[in-house]
Every structure is written in structure tokens, then in C-alpha cells.
């Protein structure tokens, strides 16, 4: 970053238009609300937590997820929906296990779509060929351990007892109820509905990225959406920094200077599509987490899951 004129960085963003940008934001909003009838889908019922309660659950998600590094966003949902909800633990992580099986092969969708549909530059960049193949790779065979598993263990859920004692006999209880729970992966329709709706979110993600694109009046279209998204879910797989701040600009700016822009004009798309894509989730879950009522005393009180007792937390939620 340190060779960006920043005054060419200012006066890109200045020409911004706010039109473009407001329905770029929108396209969060839209995400939030399919993102939820998808987790709703992965209940054992689809009714066991009604669509408010689990819109604001995905909503507070979602602001975690995109401002707390170390999936603490992820831990904190699964003990809203798990604690709050008194869905149970394991059937919280079966949740979440789901989701992120099923959105590796949203991300496998927009990096096929770059590779096999879209003429890019060349040379096409060597580091984000390999990143995808290996990306492919984890998800492959993350997706045949899991299925394998709830095949292989959904019926010994109802065979256990649960009374049992000692730490090993606890552990292959949950293993065993984590697995039953798993029925999406188990039934074909489902699968293929979740990873629809998981494609569609992708999309979703590239229809913001293009209007930010065409907020600044820069000549690209959609191929460069695309890439822009692809290299985004590669940056951001591990959520090392809050908010992903660092790792988001950098790929925004690698994909944009390869594709012949500027690096300030780079720079500028990146914060723009940056702040499109979490400012609507941070100002959606700060609201719901009122409407919840969700308390900081609730995570101190909490020891089985100090993971996501952290300050981050506490001062992102009414603190």
C-alpha cells in the first residue's frame, strides 16, 4: 500500500455514486435474508425456531462473523441458537458444520466460473490457480468425511444412553448426534435447494461487487466481479484479522492492478466494496441484538463458552 498515491486514492472515492453504492449495500440485506431460510432449513425441524428469531440470529451472525477474527462470530451463534433457543449444543454446530460445507461449494461455483467461463489476462495468476485447486481439495474431502459420517452413524443416535458418564463416552454422544442431525447431506433435494441458495448469495456478492465497479464509473463487468469474489473467499477462508481489514483491500487491489487499473483506483474499489459488504450486516445485527436482548452479563455467565466471551464481543454488542 505504501506505493498508492493517496490523492489519487481521494479523488477516485470522491467520484463515487452513492446510487450504485446504496444497491450494492443492499445486496447484504438480501444475503442475511436468504442466509436464513437456509439455517432454518438445517434444523431438525424447519419450524423449530420461527423466521424472526432466526433472522436475528443470522443478522447477529453475520455482524460477528465480519468484525471478530477467530470465528468468534460462529461461536457466538452457536450459543444463541444452541443456549438462547435451547436447541442444544450439537444441533447448533450441526448448523454450522452445514453451512460451511455447503458454502465451499458456492465458492467452488464462482471459482469454476472464472476458470472455465470468463477470458481474463494473461498470464492468468499462478498463486490463485493453485489457492482454488487446493481450496477444491478441502472442500472434497471435508464434504466425503462428513457425508460418510452421517451415513455411517445416523441411527445410533437414538441408541445411546444418556445418562452416560467420562469424557470419551460424552464425546462419541455428540459425535454420534452431531452425524444423526446431519439430514441435508443426506437427502439430495435438500442438498441441492442449500447449495442453491448458497450460489445465489454468491451471486449476490458479485452483483455488489459490479455496481461498485460501475459506482466509479470503471470499465469492467462482470468477469471481474467474479474474479474479484473469488480472490475475496480465498483471502478471507481464515479470518485472521477483525473484519478481515488487510486481507480484503489486499486482494481487492492484487485482483484489480492485475486486471490494468491503478493502484489508487484499486484501492478505492476496495474500500468501497469493503464497506458495501459489511456495513449493512454490522448496522442489521447491531439492531437485532437489541431487539434480542441479547446482554454481555449472558457470555460472562457462560464458562462452557468463554471462547466467545471476549471483549471484542463485548464491546461490539452494547458495550
Same mark, same amino acid.
Not at 477444491?136 to 455411517?152: K, N
Given at each position: ?9 481521494? $479523488?477516485? +472515492?470522491? $467520484? ?7 444497491? *450494492?449495500?443492499? /445486496?447484504?440485506?438480501? +444475503?442475511?435474508? %436468504? ?40 461461536? %457466538? ?5 444452541? $443456549?438462547?433457543?435451547? /436447541?442444544?449444543? &450439537?444441533?447448533?454446530? &450441526? ?27 494473461? @498470464?492468468? @495468476? @499462478? ?5 482454488? $485447486? ?20 445416523? =441411527?445410533? *443416535? ?9 469424557? +470419551?463416552?460424552?464425546?462419541? =454422544? ?5 452425524? #444423526? ?22 451471486? %449476490? ?16 463487468? %462482470? ?17 485472521? &484479522? ?27 474499489? *476496495? ?5 458495501? #459488504?459489511?456495513? @449493512? ?8 441484538? #437489541? ?9 460472562? =455467565? ?18
Amino acid at each position: 500500500f505504501y506505493k498508492i498515491g493517496f490523492a489519487e486514492f481521494i $479523488q477516485a +472515492i470522491k $467520484q463515487v455514486n452513492l446510487t450504485y453504492f446504496l444497491l *450494492a449495500s443492499l /445486496m447484504s440485506v438480501a +444475503i442475511v435474508l %436468504l442466509n436464513t431460510v437456509q439455517l432454518k432449513g438445517f434444523l431438525p425441524r424447519y419450524d423449530a425456531v420461527s423466521f424472526k428469531k432466526m433472522y436475528h440470529l443470522v443478522a447477529i451472525f453475520s455482524m460477528t462473523v465480519n468484525v471478530v477474527p477467530f470465528w468468534g462470530g460462529h461461536a %457466538l451463534f452457536i450459543y444463541l441458537l444452541g $443456549q438462547r433457543e435451547k /436447541m442444544g449444543k &450439537t444441533i447448533a454446530f &450441526t448448523v454450522m458444520t452445514l453451512d460451511q460445507i455447503i458454502e465451499g461449494f458456492a465458492k467452488l461455483f464462482i471459482f469454476g466460473m472464472v476458470v472455465f467461463t470468463f477470458t481474463f489476462p494473461e @498470464p492468468f @495468476p @499462478p498463486q490463485l490457480l493453485k489457492a482454488m $485447486q487446493g481450496f477444491l481439495i478441502v472442500v472434497l474431502v471435508s464434504y466425503t468425511a462428513i457425508f460418510s459420517l452421517s451415513f455411517a452413524l445416523r =441411527n445410533k *443416535a437414538f441408541s445411546l444412553d444418556k445418562k452416560t458418564s467420562g469424557l +470419551i463416552q460424552r464425546f462419541r =454422544n455428540f459425535v454420534y448426534h452431531w452425524a #444423526h442431525h446431519l439430514k441435508v447431506l443426506r437427502s439430495f433435494r435438500l442438498s441441492a435447494f442449500s447449495i442453491g441458495l448458497a450460489v445465489v448469495m454468491k451471486c %449476490l456478492e458479485v452483483l455488489a461487487v459490479y455496481l461498485i465497479q460501475k459506482s466509479m464509473g470503471v470499465p469492467l463487468g %462482470l468477469p471481474a466481479a467474479f474474479l474479484m469474489v473469488a480472490a475475496h473467499s480465498l483471502a478471507t477462508s481464515l479470518p485472521l &484479522t477483525p473484519g478481515r481489514v488487510g486481507l480484503f483491500e489486499a486482494a481487492a487491489v492484487l485482483t484489480y492492478v492485475y486486471l490494468g487499473l491503478s493502484q489508487a483506483e484499486a484501492l478505492a474499489l *476496495a474500500v468501497l466494496i469493503h464497506a458495501a #459488504h459489511t456495513l @449493512p450486516f454490522i448496522i442489521l445485527g447491531y439492531l437485532s441484538s #437489541h431487539f434480542f436482548g441479547f446482554k454481555r452479563k449472558e457470555l460472562k =455467565n457462560q464458562g462452557s463458552t468463554a471462547s466467545v466471551a471476549d471483549e471484542s464481543v463485548h464491546s461490539l454488542l452494547h458495550g
